[in-house]
């Protein structure tokens, strides 16, 4: 049994604890957490909760070290500190920071002989694996990533802290026209706008001005501005019954030519309908915690990405199994 | 530079051809072939073609050798028996067959300290990837392969061996239907004639019985008689005008559920719309000679698959490129 343990309990900790479950060969040995640990209440319980003080205590009995925080302040700090005493695995997210945050758990896994396994989920994750494939097969081509339709939780947080906006839901939208475009294989170039709507169901206070609430939002720099984007004021009511979930998705494709005088076309295709954007991003993680502790027990060491991580190292099947029924 | 030989000179091998001249890594240093070697032109030329009863003297002159045979008799006695010498990409595609290739391979491999990959392509390859990491992913769940619109080499071979039959071409067509519902999450149950139907575009002889030609399609053991099939009787210059190409694809859609009573339901799908199926399968096998190459330079040994290579081996880019620019 892989034990493992999670730190930080939010959205992402509750998936991976479900994820758990679904893998016969994990178990959840412990969850750590900065609140109190008798405010945490487990999804699927009987585990222990620790305080994040007391982690080093019970360093042996845990194989791989989830870290479950956000992207923006917690994992930069604490996925190489944890790398000094755990295999670790987490979900940084913030593309421009990876090399970075790479260098940085490197340097800790290194120094501990303990793998780390950064920037798992679906972007970065397996759009991201898609991205590499693809290219290294039509090289003569062009790659595209859309992403949605979703909630996107940044530019819901935006518009939340507008002036007499209650509460807020955005979902991103890809384009129909250019996503057939690219399907077609013509390889178009695309803005912003082109790529991307912007859809914005906002509930807003009593006698707010809306007129104003609307034009900060569309005009919002660098989340909005570059987009068009359509609000829909609705109720409380209306916002919890119809968009409480975190749907997710998107499609990387790329088109490529081949040939003497790359006179074929190809296009590879890759697509994600999720109905939780934080259970889809669990279930990577959960099957690269596996890859962790196997590459651990074959005495590796350092930070490793989905780009180093041999496919096999995912399952828990042999490799006979493997090439007799997948291959 | 990557130094790249090809064992037989057909149409993969052509597309071998052409693909090496879209990476600045490699170069074809030499065709081997079993007929006369003056009676081959490669497609881009400038390049020695010799007797495959030579091909030791060039031992040296050889990092990778691609092995261009077929599957059914050339590549399961070629493969292992180059692998005593040359690190090896085969694209031997009889599923049924892999684990007892594998092993021969395997065994060759490891004593003459050369990498063998075997079974590089699209199925086998890229959908046997998308087989396995989408499996590990969503554990609860389900997946489904579709081919097409593609020709069946196979099925038009077998038309064509029918008394009267001048030429054919088969189209293997997926079931828009099952498609939409397997896209949809609903994991239905499919017969082998709910997934695809066959379409068959058929030159027969002058005054021969285009009836009996039909009935002996439709009703051909293991080939037709699990289908829906459509028979067209065509002209040559038609067959030879509309159904020139080779082209292939197809689907790999995996629909599976998560969290606590698996309430959230997930579709991945990959999916190829290829012009040229051989020039495609050649492409991926480049990228994997690359793999293969410096496998072997790293001092690794034995039969290996596209599940035990970790994708960066496929790229020319550096670590810190793939990190900066793809992750």
Redesign the interface.
């Known amino acids: 049994m892989i034990r493992i343990g999670l730190y930080g309990y939010g959205n992402l900790a509750r998936?991976v604890d479900?994820?758990i479950k679904?893998?016969d060969d994990m178990e959840l040995c412990a969850v750590f957490t900065r609140r109190s640990p008798e405010s945490v209440k487990t999804?699927?319980g009987g585990v222990p909760v620790y305080h994040t003080n007391e982690i080093l205590v019970h360093k042996d009995e845990i194989d791989v070290l989830v870290m479950c925080g956000g992207s923006a302040t917690d994992l930069p700090v604490q996925t190489p500190e944890m790398a000094q005493y755990f295999n670790v695995v987490d979900s940084f997210d913030t593309?421009k920071n990876?090399?970075e945050h790479?260098a940085n758990v490197d340097a800790a896994a290194r120094k501990s002989g303990k793998v780390g396994i950064i920037?798992v989920g679906w972007d970065?994750g397996?759009f991201?694996?898609?991205?590499?494939?693809s290219?290294?097969?039509?090289?003569?081509g062009k790659d595209y990533t859309f992403w949605g339709k979703g909630v996107s939780q940044g530019h819901s947080d935006a518009i939340r802290r507008i002036e007499g906006v209650v509460d807020a839901k955005q979902y991103t939208v890809p384009v129909e026209s250019s996503l057939d475009a690219v399907?077609r294989g013509e390889q178009p170039e695309l803005s912003a706008r082109q790529k991307h709507t912007r859809e914005c169901f906002v509930v807003a206070e009593e006698g707010a001005d809306k007129a104003r609430i609307e034009h900060e939002i569309v005009t919002m720099k660098n989340y909005f501005d570059e987009y068009d984007t359509t609000v829909h004021f609705i109720s409380l009511e209306e916002l919890r019954r119809d968009h409480a979930g975190i749907p997710h998705g998107g499609f990387v494709i790329r088109s490529g030519k081949?040939?003497?005088d790359l006179e074929?076309?190809?296009?590879?295709?890759?697509?994600?309908?999720?109905?939780?954007n934080p259970?889809?991003t669990?279930?990577?993680i959960v099957?690269y915690v596996?890859a962790a502790y196997r590459m651990s027990s074959e005495g590796m060491c350092g930070c490793k990405?989905?780009?180093?991580?041999?496919?096999?190292y995912?399952?828990d099947k042999t490799?006979?199994e493997?090439?007799?029924t997948?291959?």
Do not use: W
């Open positions: 998936g479900c994820a679904q893998n999804v699927t593309h990876i090399p790479f920037s970065p397996m991201s694996l898609n991205r590499l494939y290219g290294c097969i039509l090289r003569d399907r081949t040939g003497k074929n076309s190809h296009v590879i295709e890759y697509s994600l309908k999720l109905d939780s259970e889809f669990a279930s990577v099957a596996r990405t989905v780009f180093d991580i041999p496919p096999a995912l399952s490799s006979y493997l090439i007799s997948l291959l």
